[in-house]
């Protein structure tokens, strides 16, 4: 994790909102709203790993979707330091509003924000060979074409631990950890400053996962990348990331340093995610909290504490009040009304933080 930081912020989220329309009926009209991602703030500086984290369906893919525009905000303000011109020419850094920016700023903006996809079988075209694949960025945003493409090709291709006669064959004769390094090759052949890592291990085997991780923290120091790494499994976001912010329905809930989470959990559904992270000291037994109930529908999420009906620490104000997001000191905040008073179970000092344990 220790990777070079500086105290600029790159990207500067407030209030991001995105709801997704539920129609019904004949006519196809809006009765109500999904709502995947309902106002988060975050800001992520340069060349640090920020995770995202939370149960399948708290909105965090949809919230690292959404700060890269690919599904566009319903509101909010995303705040990025490019150092492209519109057109892709490299100036001096400015601040943009990714939300309000035109079309050409936004392929502008493409080169400097990129994403690394979960699937690494599903988002590359099976039909395509890695050469072209990885290639194609340069294409498209008219970077390169002929032998300066294929060089910039082969040294990405390099750079990621493949060979240069890979660039000939197709997706479906590599393995899943190669098939992940040509998606990290793909995000990478562009220079960006920031990348999406969208659960970029979830769907490979435990030994690989580490392999992976291990790169994307080489490439992290190689080319001063800035991480927005999402994950469900808080052993591999504990690894990688520097600070992290935990998600339930749609709202982040908790952000602090890495140690500082795990340490002094100070939100009751951190606490129950840090509880299942096993403990590698088989002389050190922790209280496993399970947690009652489903997930309520992010149409209708509760009132209040989107977590009440889960929580063991509710009280009466918890339904009728949503928590303020605060700052408790030394940048870890925190929505619950209790936060100063409760003193939660941390996790034991000597995990390990290595991948393949418990998911959230
Ligand atoms: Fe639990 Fe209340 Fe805090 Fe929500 S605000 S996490 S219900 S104690």
């Known amino acids: ?212 991780l291990n790169l994307l923290e080489d490439l992290q120091r190689e080319f001063g990348l800035t991480y927005l790494f999402v994950a469900h499994n808080l052993s591999v976001v504990k690894h990688i990331s520097s600070r992290v912010a935990v998600m339930y329905l749609g709202r982040i809930v908790e952000l602090a340093s890495t140690e500082r989470l795990f340490a002094d959990p100070k939100h009751p559904y951190t606490e129950a995610l840090v509880s299942a992270v096993p403990v590698p000291d088989p002389d050190y037994s922790v209280d496993r909290i399970i947690l009652q109930g489903d997930v309520p529908s992010p149409v209708s999420p509760p009132p209040g504490c989107h977590f009440h009906p889960r929580c063991r620490y509710a009280v009466d104000v918890c339904a009728k009040d949503a928590p303020l997001y605060r700052d408790l000191g030394n940048e870890h905040f925190v929505a619950c009304h209790r936060a100063d008073e409760l003193h939660l179970q941390p996790i034991h000092d000597q995990t390990s933080g290595q991948p393949g344990g418990a998911a959230a």
């Open 1 to 212: 994790m220790a990777v070079a930081q500086s105290d600029t912020v790159l990207l500067d989220v407030k209030g991001l909102v995105k709801h997704f329309p539920v129609r019904k009926g004949s006519f196809r009209r809006v009765k109500a709203a999904v709502k995947a991602v309902d106002g988060i703030d975050l800001f992520i500086r340069e060349g640090e790993t920020l995770g995202l984290v939370g149960e399948s369906g708290c909105g965090k893919t949809t919230a690292g979707r959404s700060i890269l525009r690919l599904v566009e905000p319903t509101k909010g303000e995303i705040v990025f330091r490019s150092r492209r011109m519109a057109g892709g020419t490299a100036g001096e850094a400015r601040l943009v509003d990714v939300v309000k920016a035109s079309r050409s700023e936004l392929k502008a903006l493409r080169r400097d924000m990129q994403i690394i996809f979960q699937d690494p079988y599903s988002s590359l075209n099976p039909r395509m060979t890695v050469g072209g694949i990885v290639g194609e960025p340069l294409l498209v945003h008219r970077i390169a074409r002929g032998e300066e493409r294929k060089k910039r090709v082969q040294d990405v291709l390099g750079a990621v631990g493949l060979k240069p006669e890979h660039m000939k064959r197709y997706p479906h004769e590599f393995s899943g950890g190669q098939r992940q390094r040509i998606g990290i090759a793909r995000a990478l052949v562009l220079d960006p400053q920031l990348v999406v890592c969208d659960e970029p291990v979830s769907a490979l085997d435990v030994s690989i996962q580490a392999q992976v």
